[in-house]
């Protein structure tokens, strides 16, 4: 057995006791046994309640020319009074469209079509003598439409609701260029660090593309969110605390990435291009043609990256049994060129008007040349100890293939309807590393050292969803969600040795760990509604089959248990401009594979890093109060959060003997966090966009089982901003700035970090293209620094890179509708 799973084998075990008796706290099993209790007893008894008013006004749009339904057409319901927008709605495939949940009072309607004159309605009463109301709107073709028609309206940047933040990718002038990375810096309430590392309000967050779990968005997801083209996103979610219905895993929330993916008639696409400083480039193509029934579509897309990157590593260690001082300094350049190419296909078939499916498949590859260059010293009071380099040749690539069917049957009843979902991913990973120590003091020769690492995640994941509107003010759900995940992890080392003039295996860097993740999840939503109260109770059961397997030393740790996550919505409306909500979830953080493998990873001699297999699932309960403020110009969104953690992962390094550190994952005891931010949006004249997200954050850490006896409080806060400005009808300029101040570590903590970005875009070609430019990072201030202190061990890291990016790029869109023998151009950016 090597010496990894000595350490942890003999060190772990108070870990997982610690873990045990939290799990089995008497507590929490009678929250779990009360959740369960009042929700089979909601199940029945809600539907019982006596129905309040709820309105409902239903329509379809026709054309006056030609009586067709017309769909996409944009409806808005506003009050009589104020002119207060209520809701907003899109007319389906057929006209048809739908108003529900409105108090009693006096309502119209407007509209808004490409190509058809305004049309505002009469006065439309809602009461309890009329509760549903039927209005078919026909409208009239402006006599001012051009054979090509120029549209005007775009979506707002922000679409913000009390349960979830959507942020629309496309009107960012920074997506037309950037990657997905530099986009989520710009979305409230989510942060980014030098490394690429994503966390929503300060904490972990599991990412989604496409709402499915994707390998890539595992250990790697910095160096991948870094090369996916942000042109390629539609939209991004963040749901802070999701119902029953979402995976429960990631302490913060879940970030759902929605790719592109156009389902509009005829011919439709677009093309991107950029070119950027440092030889970066990179280049899109989106394409759908749906004829009729059956919708096909496709992208494609590359990127040619530069990342360099300086890091200066400060350490002093102190001998446990002499108490001398040594002194170790570490400067690392390291360069690389990531080439990226992600692509898409897929094909969606409407049988009827109640049946559905799809096909569609993804590709991801990447492919990268690093060079390292570390610079070590050792010294201790009598003077330097060692001086020498570690050069690092790394050749690199990861690929991803995965394809999704899915199955849809509507019934009768609107929103009532089935769904059948099954996708498959593979991703294997290759790094090969090629190292040589070159010393100078004391001079001797080169030590050579190679390490071949080979990592395969196969990913399959099967849902089955029903949902069923069992009147005006109910709505059940529930359905099952299966993920079963395999993760290989194979490790070769090997040395030169001069006397035999080859290589030879080494064995302490040789290993393979393989881990099997089995998820079943039964869930359950019920949703009801009572005038200005709503409320949303849902319970979400899963059985975890979990597997370590050291292939090398044979060992295998089982893992299997079975936990309840409730989940609680409840909402109150105050007016039709203000709304309250109170929301509760309990959730897990999850290890990955390489948080669990015992063997350790040896790029830097001197600072390993070990997984821990006896690593617990962290868990978590969360609350949320949140309050929303809203009208023509302006929306406030303030919230106040609380999270209390137990089992929480936190990075450990403690000194392996007197050269080298070790690193590896534990669980604290327990953590608390209590924050409030504020989501503020305005549009003012429809000239000038801000948008404006604060974020103050109180956490207390208690990681007296790792043998720090003190307790750890920490204020911290962040802040984004962004803002546009339009200079003419052609013309746009956006700023975007985030700031993050210390935050806490159970050793230590980060310094403040900050950047500033610009963005420019002048349209062109009658709006069917524009051209811009964009810097990320104008000011270079974007930079890392982190604080250890522990009694045998002080350390300072700094890291900074080439972080100012300058693109120049160009984007054309375009769109062929047939009908009948005419044609078209529907030119939406």
């Known amino acids: 057995m090597g010496l990894s799973n000595l350490y942890f084998f003999r060190n772990f075990k108070n870990a997982t006791e610690l873990g045990a008796n939290y799990a089995e706290n008497s507590f929490m099993q009678r929250i779990l046994v009360r959740s369960i209790t009042l929700f089979i ?125 959507i942020y629309n990718v496309d009107q960012d002038v920074m997506a037309k260029s950037g990657s997905a990375s530099e986009v989520l810096q710009n979305v409230p309430l989510v942060q980014v660090d030098i490394e690429g590392n994503v966390s929503l309000r300060n904490s972990s967050a599991t990412i989604l593309i496409n709402g499915k779990v994707s390998p890539i968005m595992g250990k790697n997801a910095a160096a991948a969110l870094q090369q996916l083209p942000a042109n390629s996103i539609a939209r991004i979610e963040v749901i802070t605390n999701p119902s029953a219905k979402y995976k429960p895993d990631g302490t913060g929330g879940i970030i759902n990435i929605v790719l592109k993916k156009n ?85 969606d078939y409407t049988i009827d008007d109640h049946n559905s499916l799809g096909i569609s498949g993804n590709y991801y590859f990447r492919n990268m040349h690093k060079n390292d260059l570390t610079l070590k010293m050792v010294s201790n009071s009598a003077g330097p ?16 293939a995965d394809a999704t069917f899915f199955f849809e049957h509507s019934f009768k009843k609107e929103d009532h309807k089935i769904r059948l979902e099954f996708n498959a991913a593979h991703s294997p990973e290759v790094e090969d590393n090629r190292y040589t120590n070159v010393y100078k003091f004391p001079s001797g020769a080169n030590q050579l050292d190679n390490t071949i690492i080979k990592q395969t995640s196969d990913n399959q994941q099967l849902t089955l969803a029903y949902e069923n509107p069992i009147s005006e003010d109910t709505k059940l759900e529930f359905g099952y969600d299966g993920q079963y995940n395999r993760h290989d992890m194979d490790f070769f080392g090997e040395a030169y040795d001069y006397q035999l003039q080859r290589f030879v295996t080494d064995q302490a860097k040789t290993n393979r760990f393989i881990y099997n993740e089995n998820i079943h999840a039964l869930y359950g939503t019920i949703e009801q509604s009572w005038k200005k109260f709503g409320l949303m109770l849902g319970l979400r059961g899963e ?90 110009n302006f929306t406030i969104l303030p919230g106040i959060y609380y999270r209390y953690k137990y089992n929480g992962f936190t990075a450990i390094t403690t000194p392996l003997n007197s050269t080298t550190l070790i690193t590896t994952q534990q669980n604290l005891a327990n953590d608390r966090a209590i924050g409030a931010d504020v989501v503020f949006s305005a549009n003012l004249n429809d000239k000038v966009n801000i948008n404006f997200t604060p974020n103050a954050f109180y956490n207390q850490i208690d990681a007296s089982n790792l043998g720090y006896s003190s307790k750890r409080n920490t204020f911290t806060w962040s802040a984004n901003f962004n803002s546009s400005y339009t200079l003419t009808k052609s013309t746009v300029v956006q700023v975007n700035s985030n700031y993050k101040s210390a935050r806490l570590t159970p050793q230590g903590k980060y310094l403040p970090s900050f950047v500033f970005n610009f963005g420019a875009r002048q349209e062109i070609l009658k709006k069917k293209g524009s051209i811009y430019l964009t810097v990320s990072d104008v000011f270079k201030t974007q930079r890392q620094e982190a604080e250890l202190s522990s009694p045998l061990l002080t350390q300072q890291v700094f890291t900074r890179s080439n972080s100012r990016i300058a693109y120049i790029g160009m984007s054309y869109n375009f769109g062929i509708v047939k009908k009948k023998k005419d044609l078209t151009f529907d030119n939406t950016l």
């Open 41 to 165: 007893g909601l199940m029945f008894t809600i539907p019982a309640f006596a129905q309040q008013f709820k309105g409902e006004i239903t329509g379809v749009v026709k054309e006056q020319r030609t009586n067709f339904n017309l769909e996409l057409v944009t409806l808005e319901l506003r009050t009589l009074n104020s002119n207060a927008l209520i809701k907003q709605e899109i007319t389906d495939k057929n006209g048809h469209y739908k108003f529900t949940g409105m108090v009693e009072g006096s309502y119209y309607i407007k509209t808004s079509f490409v190509g058809y004159q305004e049309y505002k309605s009469a006065t439309l009463v809602l009461d309890q003598s009329h509760p549903k109301l039927t209005l078919d709107i026909v409208l009239k073709n402006d006599t001012k439409i051009l054979k090509e028609v120029e549209v005007t309206a775009k979506k707002q940047l922000y679409s913000n609701s009390i349960d979830r933040k």
């Open 263 to 347: 389902s509009k008639n005829g011919l439709n696409g677009g093309v991107t291009a950029n070119i950027g400083n440092q030889e970066r480039y990179n280049t899109s193509i989106n394409l759908n043609y749906k004829p009729g029934k059956v919708n096909f579509f496709g992208s494609y897309s590359l990127k040619q990256d530069y990342r360099l990157r300086q890091t200066t590593n400060d350490r002093t260690q102190t001998d446990a049994v002499t108490s001398a001082l040594s002194y170790y300094k570490d400067e690392i350049s390291a360069s690389s060129r990531p080439f990226s190419n992600t692509a898409t296909i897929g094909m």
């Open 385 to 400: 100890i060692s001086d020498y380099e570690r050069i690092r040749k790394n050749y690199e690539y990861e690929r991803e």
């Open 543 to 632: 059985y975890a089959d979990l597997n370590s397997h050291l292939i090398t030393t044979d060992v295998t740790i089982p893992n299997h248990y079975f936990k309840v996550y409730p989940t609680l919505h409840l909402s109150y409306k105050l007016s039709d401009s203000r709304q309250l909500q109170l929301n509760y979830s309990r959730r897990v953080r999850r290890p990955e594979g390489d948080d669990l493998n015992p063997f350790a990873e040896y790029a830097d001699p001197t600072n390993i890093r070990v997984g821990n297999p006896y690593l617990l699932p962290e868990m978590i309960h969360s609350v949320e109060l949140g309050y929303q403020w809203k009208n023509d």
